[in-house]
């Protein structure tokens, strides 16, 4: 799955570069695994911006600004959660010379190996914030459910490579 992993993500950094946008990660089970993904790439450093490990359900509010609401009555393993996370983080790591063309990742969920309360090992959720490609379209941003299996690293990793796999999916960042 390395190799694969590594063309989707230098595929993507090469697509973003050509459209001016940048690349943040908001991580909570993946723990720096997704900002790996990119960093490992040769010349990430034009595109990728960074990546906060919220891996605590406080760090997601006080750090990124998800909803504390949201955190108290549904837990970080939620599909709205993944979704602010995504784009608070885009927004975290926005600078004036960027504007708004960050495209902001995200991964929550549970990566076993037993359950986090209700919610079963292998759930995850993961979040894109897709920048406009002009002035007259809106920010796409999205979320979709994962069910994985495995040990919990290969849940961690299965969820790394399916962001790289939905990004590719929602934008043409490979296309180009």
């Known amino acids: ?3 694969r992993c590594d063309e989707l993500a230098s595929r993507i ?7 001016n946008w940048k690349i943040a990660a908001a991580e909570s089970l993946t723990g ?9 790439i040769p010349g990430a450093s034009d595109v990728f911006l960074g990546s906060a490990v919220t891996y605590d359900i406080k760090a997601k ?7 504390g609401d949201l955190l108290d009555k549904e837990g970080a393993v939620h599909p ?25 990742l995200s ?23 897709v920048p406009a490609n002009t002035g007259a379209d809106a920010r796409r941003i999205v979320a979709a459910k994962l069910r994985l ?9 299965l969820t790394v490579f399916n962001v790289l796999q939905l990004v590719t999916q929602l934008t043409t960042l490979t296309e180009e």
């Open 61 to 67: 509010a006080s750090v990124l600004g998800v909803d």
């Open 107 to 129: 991964t929550t969920g549970v990566a076993g190996p037993g359950p986090d309360g209700d919610k079963p090992a292998g759930l995850v959720y993961i979040g894109i914030s």
């Open 32 to 40: 720096g695994l997704l900002a790996d993904a990119f960093v490992r």
């Open 149 to 157: 299996s495995g040990s919990r690293e290969e849940v961690r990793r």
């Open 80 to 104: 709205e959660v993944a979704r602010q996370m995504a784009f608070r983080t885009s927004r975290l790591y926005r600078q004036r010379q960027y504007g708004d063309r960050v495209l902001g």
């Open 13 to 19: 950094l090469d697509g973003a570069k050509s459209r």
């Open 1 to 3: 799955m390395q190799p």
